[in-house]
T-cell receptor
Framework: NAGVMQNPRHLVRRRGQEARLRCSPM?????VYWYRQLPEEGLKFMVYLQKENIIDESGMPKERFSAEFPKEGPSILRIQQVVRGDSAAYFC?????????????FGEGSWLTVV | SQQGEEDPQALSIQEGENATMNCSYK?????LQWYRQNSGRGLVHLIL?????REKHSGRLRVTLDTSKKSSSLLITASRAADTASYFC???????????FGSGTQLTVLP
């Protein structure tokens, strides 16, 4: 049973380009979360999605960042016009049910470097 | 301090010794979870303790929760070099739709 799959694992973008990070949740999981980890820090919540719905995006920057989880296919975290401060590890997680009281399972992360 | 703040920030011990990490938080929680992260890797779930539990064991791991002090501890007994990693606590407040992570404890176990 495959875990949470993220790709690419490593991505290098020049300032001003777009970054697209993909996440396939574990089989049977319909809840997806994106977290960001800056160097030497803990994970910070960005967004929580269910199929075709954004449930909570309170951690998403107001501009340039967007997320979707379509009916078919992986969840996508999109960062437009990247800046150096966007360099971080982006982790996707999934759970079979709502997060409260349940374990969420993390992928291996996507490391974005903006040069 | 933040919700879910670990201490110490860094801990270095000899193989075979026990390692204790602490986590403090500010608001009431539904449960608290501990995760491990090896350098450059994702997070691995270690253990979940609910607010009505005081202690939980899993192999060489022992987690305690004191809701009156709003704190938790993670004890790793008989540590191994392979335990070298960052350890994070994450709190679930029940009403929130997210986990709140601390900044982690970097554990180094020397062979």
């Amino acid at each position: 049973n495959a875990g949470v799959m993220q790709n690419p694992r490593h991505l290098v973008r020049r300032r001003g380009q777009e970054a697209r990070l993909r996440c396939s949740p574990m089989k049977g999981h319909s809840h997806v979360y994106w977290y960001r980890q800056l160097p030497e820090e803990g994970l910070k919540f960005m967004v929580y999605l269910q199929k075709e719905n954004i449930i909570d995006e309170s951690g998403m920057p107001k501009e340039r960042f967007s997320a979707e989880f379509p009916k078919e296919g992986p969840s996508i975290l999109r960062i437009q016009q990247v800046v150096r401060g966007d360099s971080a590890a982006y982790f996707c997680a999934s759970s079979p049910d709502r997060p409260s009281g349940n374990t969420i399972y993390f992928g291996e992360g996507s490391w974005l470097t903006v040069v | 301090s933040q919700q879910g703040e670990e201490d110490p920030q860094a801990l270095s011990i000899q193989e075979g010794e026990n390692a204790t990490m602490n986590c403090s938080y500010k608001t009431s929680i539904n449960n608290l979870q501990w995760y491990r992260q090896n350098s450059g890797r994702g997070l691995v779930h270690l253990i979940l303790i609910r607010s009505n539990e005081r202690e939980k064991h899993s192999g060489r791991l022992r987690v305690t929760l004191d809701t009156s002090k709003k704190s938790s501890s993670l004890l790793i007994t008989a540590s191994r070099a392979a335990d070298t990693a960052s350890y994070f606590c994450a709190t679930d407040t029940g009403s929130a739709r997210q986990l709140t992570f601390g900044s982690g404890t970097q554990l180094t176990v020397l062979p």
